[in-house]
């Protein structure tokens, strides 16, 4: 059983976690192909908010809109850059967690591990 099925799936649709059953290099190929784009599209949608605050802005009040916007898409794209450069680490400590130490044994806690999987989904 994968841990954390839901938030990786999630992940996979915006680009940020490649889908396990794509092991051909073609596919592989192609998934970096759209987490490349999905960067750019959030670095396109970035670089007019900047352009917006040093050219259009006249008063403060929409200096602070633009500017928590640019700040959130900012974030986002820092985000989406640790995320993708921290696949390998990730997947080490996701498949750490169903390992011996750390995996339920007891019914008990596979009982919790089951509850909490179907709260999650």
């Given amino acids: 059983m994968r841990v954390m099925q839901v938030p990786l799936k999630i992940l996979t649709v915006v680009g940020c976690w490649p889908p396990d059953s794509w092991s051909l290099l073609c596919k592989q190929t192609v998934y970096n192909a759209y987490t490349i784009f999905i960067s750019l599209l959030l ?20 200096f602070t809109n633009t500017l928590y916007v640019m700040l959130a898409m900012v974030i986002a794209c820092c985000k989406m850059l ?31 591990q089951q509850k909490f999987d179907n709260i999650i989904q």
Avoid at 85 to 110: C, H, Q, W
């Fill in 43 to 62: 670095l396109t949608f970035l670089l007019p908010q900047l352009m917006d605050i040093i050219l259009n802005v006249d008063n403060p009040n929409e």
């Fill in 82 to 112: 640790s995320l993708v450069m921290n696949r390998k680490n990730i997947e080490i400590l996701t498949d750490a967690l169903i390992e011996k130490p750390l995996r339920p044994l007891e019914p008990d806690e596979i009982e919790i």
